[in-house]
């Protein structure tokens, strides 16, 4: 690696497996979770702790610089979920053209969250300025509901997806967000009348309960 450090993982001068390992756990270890793997890649590590890298003034940061200030200002900001994020909008926008972003892991790196801010910057970045900002908090809810009858708590993570995910994002020609659609696969079924020891089911079955009347319950 050069005298300064860029982030990415394509500038290693060295591309063995140790050297790739000692690089990541390094940024990680100084509160950099974020790795670009070229120009349209990252790799992320979940620090299981809040390292306050998810605020409105950054994602505020990646809108002006990485997006409104694309040409100029672009190429010197630090990789970020958001950066992802703002840079397929970006692309999008310029070229006319559907982008896809996957997000692939182990069980509990940080995927659902990881997305859940990517889509809170996309459609930040789809608002129209001339009308109230209702479409985040739209999709989040959306968000919410899918995740109730897919998340569960399992051994090893507490906020566990049992279920794949994809959705599609619909965008005007002045990229304002028209629509979403939604598609979940891979659902583990048996979970439904089988679960693991010292595990829980679906999330929607306790909320449920939770929020339901005395005569409800009985």
Same mark, same amino acid.
């Given at each position: 690696?050069?005298?300064q450090?860029e #982030?990415?993982?394509t =500038?290693?001068?060295?591309m063995?497996?140790q050297?790739l390992?000692d690089?990541?756990?390094n940024?990680?270890? %100084?509160?950099?979770?974020?790795?670009?793997?070229?120009s349209n #890649?990252l790799?992320?590590l979940?620090p299981?702790?809040?390292l306050?890298?998810?605020?409105?003034?950054?994602?505020n940061?990646y809108?002006?610089?990485?997006?409104?200030s694309?040409?100029s200002?672009?190429?010197? =900001?630090m990789p970020?979920?958001y950066?992802i994020?703002?840079k397929?909008?970006?692309?999008m926008?310029r070229?006319g053209?559907?982008h896809s972003?996957v997000f692939c892991?182990?069980? %509990?790196?940080?995927?659902?969250y990881?997305?859940?801010?990517?889509l809170?910057q996309?459609?930040k970045?789809?608002l129209?300025?001339k009308?109230?900002?209702?479409?985040?908090?739209? =999709?989040?809810h959306?968000?919410n509901?899918v995740?109730?009858?897919s998340k569960?708590?399992?051994?090893?993570n507490? %906020?566990?997806s049992?279920?794949?995910?994809?959705q599609?994002?619909?965008?005007?020609?002045?990229?304002?967000?028209?629509?979403?659609?939604?598609i979940?696969?891979?659902?583990e079924?048996?979970? =439904?009348t089988?679960?693991?020891p010292q595990?829980?089911n679906?999330?929607i079955?306790?909320q449920l309960?939770?929020n339901?009347?005395?005569?409800e319950?009985?």
């Amino acid at each position: 690696m050069s005298h300064q450090d860029e #982030g990415d993982l394509t =500038l290693l001068q060295q591309m063995d497996e140790q050297s790739l390992s000692d690089y990541l756990i390094n940024r990680l270890n %100084n509160n950099q979770p974020f790795t670009n793997l070229g120009s349209n #890649g990252l790799v992320v590590l979940n620090p299981h702790r809040d390292l306050g890298l998810f605020t409105q003034e950054i994602s505020n940061h990646y809108i002006e610089n990485g997006y409104k200030s694309h040409e100029s200002a672009h190429s010197g =900001l630090m990789p970020h979920v958001y950066d992802i994020a703002t840079k397929t909008y970006f692309h999008m926008r310029r070229l006319g053209t559907d982008h896809s972003i996957v997000f692939c892991g182990p069980a %509990n790196s940080g995927k659902s969250y990881s997305y859940r801010e990517t889509l809170n910057q996309l459609s930040k970045l789809a608002l129209n300025p001339k009308k109230p900002p209702k479409v985040p908090d739209q =999709l989040l809810h959306l968000l919410n509901v899918v995740e109730s009858f897919s998340k569960c708590s399992a051994s090893n993570n507490p %906020n566990a997806s049992r279920s794949g995910l994809y959705q599609e994002l619909q965008f005007t020609n002045r990229g304002r967000i028209a629509g979403i659609k939604t598609i979940s696969y891979y659902f583990e079924k048996s979970r =439904l009348t089988c679960v693991p020891p010292q595990e829980g089911n679906f999330d929607i079955f306790y909320q449920l309960i939770k929020n339901a009347t005395f005569e409800e319950r009985s």
